[in-house]
């Protein structure tokens, strides 16, 4: 079936601006997290949605940051006053009942 | 914080054998997770270990030593496509799945 898709692929905005990036996680699966990856770094969790249970936000690194799930499937990250230090890759996963996170392809954000 | 420590670059020749090392200093452990991920493309599932030992998978193999915080990843009979970064991660909560990871290993792979 369909992976972990994600949009867009590639984002460049300038500095002040919001942006929002799209998570589509494989269907049926209940977790979904997101997490950002610098140059150089290791991926770094930002949120996580387990099923209806409140999302786990301690990894935002500001109230800049935000993100949401509708339905319990689609979820978007927003954003808001971008800075140059937000660009990075931003990866969405899902997850079934098992262990595996099921990686999407990121979106690439520069902020100028 | 966690620490994850794995090395950073590591070059090989196709047909050989390279071992990954990956420590790790959390404050919970749940599980070590192996993913390949190629250059612009998403980290794809490699293994996953929670008990010690050795699990093999084709020319993969991963190993634990819950005792030692140690884990390695073994790519055998190397090959071209195998060039790509090794990210290792734990899963530190038992009520959550979360990952820590590390910074990953760039592996170059050498005709």
């Known amino acids: 079936g369909a992976g972990v898709s994600q949009s867009p692929s590639n984002k460049v905005t300038e500095k002040g601006k919001d942006v929002e990036l799209r998570c589509d996680p494989i269907s049926g699966h209940t977790a979904l997290y997101w997490y950002r990856q610098s140059l150089g770094q290791g991926l770094e969790f930002l949120i996580y949605?387990?099923?209806?249970?409140?999302?786990?936000k301690s990894g935002l690194p500001s109230d800049r940051f935000s993100a949401e799930r509708t339905g319990g499937s689609v979820s978007t990250l927003t954003i808001q006053r971008t800075q140059q230090e937000d660009s990075a890759v931003y990866l969405c996963a899902s997850r079934s009942r098992r262990e595996t996170q099921y990686f999407g392809p990121g979106t690439r954000l520069l902020v100028l | 914080g966690q620490n994850i420590d794995q090395p950073t670059e590591m070059t090989a020749t196709e047909g050989a054998i390279v071992q990954i090392n990956c420590t790790y200093q959390t404050s919970g452990f749940n599980g070590l997770f192996w993913y390949q991920q190629h250059a612009g493309e998403a980290p794809t599932f490699l293994s996953y270990?929670?008990?010690?030992g050795l699990e093999e998978k084709g020319r993969f193999s991963s190993f634990l030593s819950r005792s030692k915080g140690y884990s390695y990843l073994l790519l055998k009979e190397l090959q071209m496509k195998d060039s790509a970064s090794y990210l290792c991660?734990?899963?530190?909560?038992?009520?959550?799945?979360?990952?820590?990871f590390g910074a990953g290993t760039t592996v170059t792979v050498r005709a």
């Open positions: 949605f387990q099923g209806n249970s409140a999302p786990d």
């Open positions: 991660a734990v899963r530190v909560r038992s009520n959550d799945y979360k990952l820590s």
């Open positions: 270990n929670v008990l010690d």
